[in-house]
């Protein structure tokens, strides 16, 4: 079988298997697609059935939720956690709470998951979590309550040296707070099995800005490269969350001009640059809504369409929000607008059609998998201080992240040019992160 011929029917089988799981057999084929030139260069891969392997999840572990709301009436939600591949280090991924989650959505993210830690360079394998449960909208009780209920299924299937998930859309440093103290109380361990916790309990400085820090360090890099830089740069923003919010920090001190971000219901534009402090205090103390922001700035503007956020006019567009937030009509008026760079700080925020435009326009284009590793990288680090008992201060993480960030550009770019694809970030970040894990996989033997 020629090397089409072996990814096509890969590709079938994938979708035979997990019928309607739309998102998974996106991730799946956007890899696997780019994958071509190697398997094709290491037909031993092919011979030990890797690649089936590989889009097999090793386990998928999925349960009920139950929970009392604070009207005393019994609620019930899907809980999910899906340890992916183990092959580089134990499972290590988010949990994600938001109404839209599947099975579909936790095994894109899984399958993601995977490529991008094996590209941090740090021993951890590829897993992802959640629920279909939103914590928008409750009270803190009703959250506590429910990450109780389901830390006490989850804790079986969890530990430090196993499987180490962290926070993603909708968990925080409160949820991870609450899972961390039922995970405790159920196991009677003190260990480093989530991370993300508060600095007070074992949490990692610099962990809350990392994403969004490790997003505009990976964005630089590739800026350089390419003769360009932050400074002076208009920068658009969506999502207002803890990515959101950290790259919009990091952006502005590269010398950018964020001028707009966004949540799921609206976008604010500032022309005089979008005030962060008030975007934190809006989002992470009030946990409010985006257009709260109008009340103190009178210049901004809201529009109440989400994805309008792309057309906005600007240089560098930093997607943070969620998966397929970019469609193909989206990324075409980013190019008649001029913005010249695409880095993802969001989960697969662009679609193939997106993706296919912008590299096709010359734009920039900064994978997930790389670009937003910085957040896993710097849990890594958070797991190895945790196995050490010890703190590093922040300027020594924000020392490591940089160095990470800038090695996984370098990667990136040597990779796709050694496979005949230059400045093809996104196929040189897959390559770069399957070879690792590809690697291990065929030296532990047929598992
Ligand atoms: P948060 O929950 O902190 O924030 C999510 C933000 O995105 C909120 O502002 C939310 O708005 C907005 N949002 C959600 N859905 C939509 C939508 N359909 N359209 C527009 N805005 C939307 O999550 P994070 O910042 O942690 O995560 C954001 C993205 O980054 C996700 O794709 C996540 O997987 C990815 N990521 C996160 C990492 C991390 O360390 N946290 C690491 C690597 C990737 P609203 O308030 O209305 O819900």
């Given at each position: 079988?020629?090397?089409?011929?072996?990814?096509?029917?890969?590709?079938?089988?994938?979708?035979?298997?997990?019928?309607?799981?739309?998102?998974?057999?996106?991730?799946?084929?956007?890899?696997?697609?780019?994958?071509?030139?190697?398997?094709?260069?290491?037909?031993?891969?092919?011979?030990?059935?890797?690649?089936?392997?590989?889009?097999?999840?090793?386990?998928?572990?999925?349960?009920?939720?139950?929970?009392?709301?604070?009207?005393?009436?019994?609620?019930?939600?899907?809980?999910?956690?899906?340890?992916?591949?183990?092959?580089?280090?134990?499972?290590?991924?988010?949990?994600?709470?938001?109404?839209?989650?599947?099975?579909?959505?936790?095994?894109?993210?899984?399958?993601?998951?995977?490529?991008?830690?094996?590209?941090?360079?740090?021993?951890?394998?590829?897993?992802?979590?959640?629920?279909?449960?939103?914590?928008?909208?409750?009270?803190?009780?009703?959250?506590?309550?429910?990450?109780?209920?389901?830390?006490?299924?989850?804790?079986?299937?969890?530990?430090?040296?196993?499987?180490?998930?962290?926070?993603?859309?909708?968990?925080?440093?409160?949820?991870?707070?609450?899972?961390?103290?039922?995970?405790?109380?159920?196991?009677?361990?003190?260990?480093?099995?989530?991370?993300?916790?508060?600095?007070?309990?074992?949490?990692?400085?610099?962990?809350?800005?990392?994403?969004?820090?490790?997003?505009?360090?990976?964005?630089?890099?590739?800026?350089?490269?390419?003769?360009?830089?932050?400074?002076?740069?208009t920068v658009v923003i969506?999502?207002s969350?803890?990515?959101a919010i950290?790259?919009a920090v990091?952006?502005t001190?590269?010398?950018?001009k964020v001028v707009a971000m966004s949540d799921?219901n609206g976008y604010v534009y500032d022309k005089n640059g979008i005030d962060i402090a008030a975007v934190k205090q809006i989002k992470e103390v009030n946990?409010g809504r985006i257009k709260d922001y109008l009340a103190d700035h009178p210049d901004a503007v809201y529009g109440d369409?989400?994805?309008?956020i792309?057309?906005v006019?600007?240089?560098?567009?930093?997607?943070?929000?969620?998966?397929?937030?970019?469609?193909?009509?989206?990324?075409?008026?980013?190019?008649?607008?001029?913005?010249?760079?695409?880095?993802?700080?969001?989960?697969?925020?662009?679609?193939?059609?997106?993706?296919?435009?912008?590299?096709?326009?010359?734009?920039?284009?900064?994978?997930?998998?790389?670009?937003?590793?910085?957040?896993?990288?710097?849990?890594?680090?958070?797991?190895?201080?945790?196995?050490?008992?010890?703190?590093?201060?922040?300027?020594?993480?924000?020392?490591?992240?940089?160095?990470?960030?800038?090695?996984?550009?370098?990667?990136?770019?040597?990779?796709?040019?050694?496979?005949?694809?230059?400045?093809?970030?996104?196929?040189?970040?897959?390559?770069?992160?399957?070879?690792?894990?590809?690697?291990?996989?065929?030296?532990?033997?047929?598992?």
């Amino acid at each position: 079988m020629n090397v089409n011929e072996y990814i096509a029917s890969v590709l079938e089988t994938v979708k035979k298997r997990n019928p309607g799981e739309a998102e998974f057999h996106q991730a799946v084929e956007e890899v696997l697609e780019t994958l071509k030139p190697v398997i094709e260069a290491h037909p031993e891969f092919q011979a030990a059935g890797l690649i089936e392997r590989l889009v097999e999840p090793e386990r998928i572990i999925k349960f009920r939720v139950p929970w009392v709301d604070d009207n005393g009436k019994v609620q019930v939600n899907r809980g999910y956690r899906i340890q992916f591949n183990d092959a580089i280090g134990p499972y290590k991924g988010g949990i994600r709470f938001r109404g839209n989650v599947t099975e579909s959505v936790i095994k894109f993210l899984g399958f993601e998951q995977i490529f991008k830690n094996s590209l941090t360079g740090l021993p951890i394998g590829g897993g992802k979590g959640g629920s279909d449960f939103d914590p928008k909208g409750k009270s803190d009780a009703e959250v506590m309550r429910f990450c109780q209920s389901f830390m006490t299924e989850l804790h079986k299937y969890i530990g430090a040296d196993v499987d180490v998930p962290a926070g993603d859309i909708g968990v925080g440093g409160r949820e991870i707070g609450f899972m961390f103290g039922q995970y405790k109380r159920l196991t009677n361990l003190y260990e480093g099995v989530l991370t993300g916790k508060g600095l007070t309990y074992g949490g990692s400085l610099a962990r809350t800005e990392a994403t969004g820090f490790g997003l505009c360090y990976f964005t630089d890099e590739m800026l350089k490269a390419n003769g360009k830089s932050f400074k002076d740069q208009t920068v658009v923003i969506s999502g207002s969350g803890n990515v959101a919010i950290y790259a919009a920090v990091k952006a502005t001190a590269l010398g950018g001009k964020v001028v707009a971000m966004s949540d799921s219901n609206g976008y604010v534009y500032d022309k005089n640059g979008i005030d962060i402090a008030a975007v934190k205090q809006i989002k992470e103390v009030n946990r409010g809504r985006i257009k709260d922001y109008l009340a103190d700035h009178p210049d901004a503007v809201y529009g109440d369409n989400c994805s309008d956020i792309w057309g906005v006019k600007c240089d560098i567009a930093l997607p943070c929000a969620t998966q397929n937030e970019i469609d193909e009509a989206s990324a075409k008026k980013l190019i008649a607008n001029g913005c010249y760079c695409v880095s993802e700080g969001a989960n697969m925020p662009s679609t193939p059609e997106a993706i296919a435009a912008l590299q096709g326009a010359g734009v920039l284009f900064g994978p997930a998998k790389a670009a937003n590793a910085g957040g896993v990288a710097t849990s890594a680090l958070e797991m190895s201080q945790n196995s050490m008992r010890y703190s590093w201060t922040f300027e020594e993480v924000d020392e490591k992240l940089h160095g990470i960030m800038v090695n996984i550009f370098k990667n990136c770019e040597s990779a796709a040019a050694k496979y005949g694809m230059p400045g093809n970030y996104a196929a040189g970040a897959n390559i770069a992160g399957f070879l690792k894990v590809a690697n291990a996989m065929m030296a532990q033997g047929i598992v």
